[in-house]
């Protein structure tokens, strides 16, 4: 770590991943005003130049390590919305967006971190009545572009031409119709307490309506417009047209969740419950993650971007905790995906795939004290996935520092989790897919690398506020650093040299980057002038004592500082074992949930299989009865002799008939079968292959003669005359010796049945 910087002002590192400034917030409102402030600002060496330095200063401990923190800039209290906006550079990350020379542009990210309370969401989201660097950033953009925009209004197409150029499988919408799905008309009340930002939702409590109970916000009358920044735009590409589209997500316990779809209502709980997506590479964005499936709203308005805006905000999970009454309980994402593409005429292809750059701006939940935050249970867990993750975030964020200002190529370890790989899976060149656009060349190619994205990070403190989690988020976030170790003066010192004396030596800290520079801190004890060492070996016998207790002291510090940061380790453990414990009862949750679900549609399905097959059966056997009656009666009437010999041949000849419908009925149902075993599986169909053949001819024989044999006996009692010729026969002969013989007829149940296997 380059502690030489920290002299004079922060250089701009070229190298650095993020930029990084440091906001201090006024004090709390009802915040105790004897509070002790532990961190000052330090005079900027030149007149005119901003401070980049602070200090800071362990309140009551003396014996703890004075810090000295250097960032690209530091911002009092009284630095306004506006100068955090022109200071921070947001105007210079929107141009890249936007480029004005053409082209794709450049990625921004544009973050705000710090302890719970200290300002974060201020900075970036605003309040009732300013506007934060999102809202300005968002009137900056429209008011550059406003001359080539395209809104889904004006262009009936631009929904389907940005969808098939999208490499994020996103649900794309008009803004229109998002507003109309999210917003209701306001009341007069609420037009009377116009101008503010969207209530804090309850817990639980969401703006979408859920079918049968829909409960839409109040659309705001007005949002807040200060500070302005009517005087400042951004010069555009003039030869592209543009298109604006809004997401939102919030990272969840390690989680991803999109903020403007409705959740969807679980089957087994009856929960609405959002699903979480994936950061993942798709089909058309092969080398460079992207969260799948995000529903992204076309915005043609800054209006309607501040009102999308609105609506995912109210979205996000909040909680009171005794830190923050409307604590962020998630790490809040909101992009701004700005759409190129060359304009109509000049154009090769009418229906140019869309370029572009996005800016993304987050909002990261804080980090805090359990003891502090009085937090319980799933905010409690909670609490443990976030400072788990911005701890991760602050491993990457020093090993950015570490490689920038290092000749030695640091790796920053972003993938251990998602907020991490979000943050960081842009801050390196890769090559994109897409189809990228030129305006100078007019010309689109298909393996353009990417420029890394330019990021700014916005640490924020409240130098009244928690000494621990503040100085553990700017040992992380800080460009550079520097420790003033107190040391209790040496003996030999104290006995030799009654003066104090400036010590300097590099500790053998576990931060081996860090050069320490250690001075007496307490004003060293009077010497005792009465003692005098007899003599040059006792001299040197306390020379070795004070070094050897000089030693120590340094051992003892670090000791201390290693069981500090080991107690800080178990701690962050404990809330990671929480919160995955929270997790697998997630897990349970659904898998539970979807074996029920499967187990109920395939129940349903068996039943009404077997109803089926009971409901054909019964019909069977009764029209099986009937026949037989038929059959019975007519034998009956015709051994009776009461019959005439047409009468009884008429009967005959009905009788064939029906024979011959019940032939083609059994044919159908073979038919219905054999379409059946088709349908089958060939695993399923197997063993019904092997049994049919292990039983062999026997089994279908039986089978299939048995019906046949039934036919044949049905048809005992006629006399099919194919051959005899007429119904001579049975005019000449009694009932009981009709011939019994179907010649001429083909009877093939039993053939049919054989294809069945
Ligand atoms: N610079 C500031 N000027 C005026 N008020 C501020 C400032 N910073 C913060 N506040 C106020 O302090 C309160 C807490 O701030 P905020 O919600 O922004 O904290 P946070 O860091 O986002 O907290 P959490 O991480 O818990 O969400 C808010 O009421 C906010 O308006």
């Given at each position: ?61 003396r ?23 022109h200071?921070?550079?947001?105007v ?36 009732k009545?300013?506007r ?29 031409s ?20 999210v ?31 829909r ?27 543009y298109?604006?589209?809004i ?7 390690d ?6 779809t ?7 709980t ?5 699903r ?29 971007a ?23 309980r ?13 304009k ?60 920038a ?168 453990a ?98 219905i ?11 399923r169909?197997?063993?019904?292959r ?68």
């Amino acid at each position: 770590m380059d502690t030489s910087t920290l002299s004079g002002p922060a250089p701009p590192k070229s190298n650095s991943l993020f930029q990084v400034f440091l906001r201090l917030r006024p004090p709390q409102a009802g915040a105790n005003p004897a509070a002790e402030r532990f961190l000052a600002v330090e005079t900027p060496d030149k007149d005119h130049s901003a401070p980049t330095h602070i200090t800071l200063n362990p309140p009551n401990d003396r014996r703890r390590a004075i810090e000295k923190f250097a960032f690209t800039q530091v911002f009092e209290e009284d630095a306004s919305q506006l100068d955090i906006f022109h200071c921070t550079g947001v105007v210079p990350l929107v141009e890249g967006v936007l480029a004005p020379h053409g082209g794709d542009g450049t990625d921004a990210l544009l973050a705000t971190l710090g302890v719970t309370g200290s300002g974060k969401s201020h900075t970036i989201l605003g309040s009732k009545s300013q506007r934060g660097l999102t809202q300005l950033a968002l009137d900056v953009i429209y008011r550059s572009i406003s001359q080539n925009l395209h809104d889904c209004d004006t262009h009936s197409d631009l929904e389907r031409s940005l969808a098939s150029s999208d490499p994020s499988e996103a649900a794309i919408c008009s803004a229109t119709a998002f507003l109309d799905s999210v917003f209701a008309e306001p009341s007069e009340q609420q037009r009377a307490r116009a101008g503010s930002r969207a209530p804090t939702p309850m817990i639980g409590e969401s703006m979408f309506g859920h079918s049968t109970n829909r409960r839409l916000l109040a659309r705001p009358s007005a949002l807040p417009s200060q500070p302005d920044v009517s005087g400042l735009s951004v010069s555009c590409d003039p030869a592209a047209e543009y298109a604006v589209m809004i997401s939102m997500y919030e990272v969840y316990n390690d989680r991803i969740f999109d903020l403007l779809t409705p959740p969807i209502k679980s089957a087994a709980t009856k929960e609405y419950r959002r699903r979480p997506l994936l950061f993942k590479p798709t089909e058309a964005s092969p080398d460079r993650k992207v969260v799948a499936g995000l529903r992204k709203v076309v915005c043609g308005s800054l209006t309607q971007a501040l009102m999308v805006l609105e609506a995912g905000l109210h979205e996000r999970r909040v909680a009171g905790t005794g830190s923050n009454s409307v604590s962020s309980r998630s790490h809040g994402f909101f992009c701004v995906e700005v759409k190129k593409r060359a304009k109509a005429g000049r154009r090769h292809h009418l229906d140019t795939a869309w370029g572009g750059s996005t800016l993304t701006v987050v909002d990261l939940a804080g980090s805090e004290r359990a003891r502090d935050a009085k937090t319980a249970g799933a905010t409690l867990a909670e609490a443990g996935k976030i400072n788990e993750s911005l701890m991760y975030l602050g491993q990457c964020l020093q090993m950015q520092s570490g490689a920038a200002n290092s000749s030695k190529p640091g790796v920053v370890p972003f993938r251990q989790c998602k907020l991490t790989e979000l943050l960081f899976s842009n801050s390196f060149p890769s090559s994109s897919s897409n189809t990228n656009y030129n305006s100078s060349t007019m010309a689109h190619s298909h393996q353009q690398r990417r420029s890394p994205q330019k990021a700014v990070m916005i640490v924020t403190a409240d130098p009244h506020g928690d000494f621990n989690a503040t100085s553990q988020i700017l040992r992380y976030s800080a460009l550079a650093r520097e420790i003033t170790v107190p040391r209790i003066p040496s003996i030999t010192q104290t006995i030799l040299h009654p003066a104090p004396q400036v010590y300097s030596s590099p500790l053998a800290s576990p931060d081996a980057d860090t050069t320490v520079s250690s001075q007496p801190f307490f004003s060293p004890a009077p010497p005792n002038r009465n003692f005098s060492p007899s003599s040059a070996t006792d001299r040197e016998t306390m020379e070795n004592a004070a070094l050897a207790l000089a030693r120590l002291a340094e051992e003892n510090e670090y000791l201390r500082s290693a069981l500090a940061s080991e107690q800080t380790a178990r701690c962050e453990a404990e809330a990671h074992l929480l919160s995955i414990e929270d997790r697998m009862l997630d897990l349970e949750q659904a898998v539970r949930e979807d074996c029920a679900a499967e187990f109920e549609r395939r129940l349903e399905l068996e039943m009404a299989r077997w109803r089926n097959t009971v409901s054909l059966e019964q019909e069977r056997e009764e029209e099986k009865w009937g026949r037989k009656l038929e059959v019975f009666a007519a034998t009956m009437a015709a051994e009776a002799g009461g019959m005439s010999d047409e009468e009884g041949e008429d009967k005959e000849n009905m009788l064939v008939e029906d024979v011959n419908e019940e032939n083609e009925r059994l044919r159908r149902e073979v038919e219905i079968l054999r379409r059946e075993l088709a349908g089958m599986s060939p695993t399923r169909r197997m063993p019904l292959r092997e049994r049919g053949s292990e039983v062999g001819g026997k089994a279908r024989q039986n089978k299939g003669g048995e019906k046949a044999e039934g036919l044949t006996r049905k048809m005992q009692g006629l006399r099919v005359s194919d051959e005899e010729g007429g119904g001579a026969s049975l005019r000449q002969t009694s009932p009981t010796k009709k011939i019994r013989k179907l010649g001429g007829k083909r009877w093939d149940v039993g053939v049919e049945d054989d294809d069945l296997f």
